[in-house]
């Protein structure tokens, strides 16, 4: 244990292009030393891995990027639910530093209060990005990128935001990345326990439900209508203006947030 947090093994990096990737490589020689809730953070990822193929970069010292090793002990159809509830977990640390948060599916939380309001995102903007990866050990690596410090410049898009820019209480990446442990070891705990109801609480933390979104991949629209729930498996269940029910399991969703 690291202090009094569930972190059972940290290991800190000055700069790596990504903290998945390295702790990926670090399971393949050595699963035995990376058990539950252990993580590998960086003070400087230069190429952080994001959905379908991108990668990203953050300012030095202003973000906690960081990757978790993490051996859930749920049914493989429970499984795809593991990066839903590390949202869920980095949704309550926003709340914990005092904003209002939720979840934008598939894989970024999203904090409320911006001055201006943003096609496809309201007042709502990105803090947070969340990568999950099964690894052949057993392992599920949660990678959590949280912008902290970042101001408007050093921000990559209109819809992104940082801990700072939004009033967040704490700012300190430290204290964060115990918060963040402790809240993510919560929410596995919670869904070993009783998966329906941990299931349930992510669908009450998802902005993206009850809201008109537009489903592309590869630029092309796949499918529009209303975000009505997630189905057993974590999928986006989108409802046409037929009535018909198509689910999303992966694309990029444009909200039409308020």
Same mark, same amino acid.
Request: charge should be negative.
């Given at each position: ?9 940290? +290991?800190? %990096?000055?700069?790596?292009? /990504?903290?998945?990737? #390295?702790? *990926?490589?670090?399971? @393949? ?5 990376? &058990?539950?809730? *252990?993580?590998?953070?960086? @003070? ?10 991108? $990668? ?10 960081? $990757? ?6 749920? /049914? ?16 309550? +640390? ?7 948060? #939720?979840?934008?599916?598939?894989? !970024? ?36 990128? =949280?912008?902290? /410090? %970042? !101001? ?5 898009? &209109? ?6 820019? $939004? ?16 809240? =993510?070891? %919560? ?6 326990? !009783? ?8 669908? #009450? ?6 809201? $008109? ?26 409802? @046409? ?10 694309? @990029? ?6």
């Amino acid at each position: 244990m690291v202090g009094n947090s569930p972190l059972h093994h940290l +290991v800190v %990096q000055e700069a790596t292009p /990504s903290t998945n990737t #390295a702790l *990926s490589a670090l399971l @393949d020689s050595a699963p035995e030393e990376w &058990p539950h809730i *252990s993580a590998l953070a960086t @003070d400087h990822q230069t190429a952080g891995k994001g959905r379908a193929g991108r $990668s990203w970069e953050t300012p030095r010292g202003a973000a906690l990027t960081v $990757s978790f090793a993490t051996w859930p002990e749920v /049914s493989e159809t429970s499984l795809p639910w593991v990066g839903l509830v590390a949202a869920q977990a980095l949704v309550d +640390v926003c709340r914990d530093v005092g904003l209002e948060a #939720a979840i934008k599916w598939p894989n !970024d939380v999203v904090v409320n209060g911006a001055h201006k309001s943003l096609a496809g995102w309201g007042k709502w903007r990105k803090c947070v990005g969340i990568l999950t990866e099964a690894h052949p050990s057993g392992a599920v690596i949660v990678g959590v990128g =949280l912008n902290v /410090s %970042q !101001d408007q410049h050093e921000l990559p898009v &209109p819809h992104a935001t940082s801990l700072l820019q $939004s009033g967040a209480t704490e700012i300190n990446r430290g204290t964060l990345l115990g918060l963040v442990a402790v809240r =993510l070891a %919560q929410r596995l705990s919670a869904l070993e326990r !009783d998966t329906k109801a941990a299931r349930r609480e992510v669908m #009450a933390a998802c902005v993206t439900l009850g809201n $008109s979104v537009v489903v592309t991949h590869d630029d092309s629209v796949v499918v529009s209508g209303k975000a009505s729930r997630l189905g057993q498996a974590g999928e986006l269940i989108v409802t @046409d203006s037929r009535g018909q029910e198509h689910p999303v399991f992966a694309g @990029d969703v444009q909200v039409r947030m308020t």
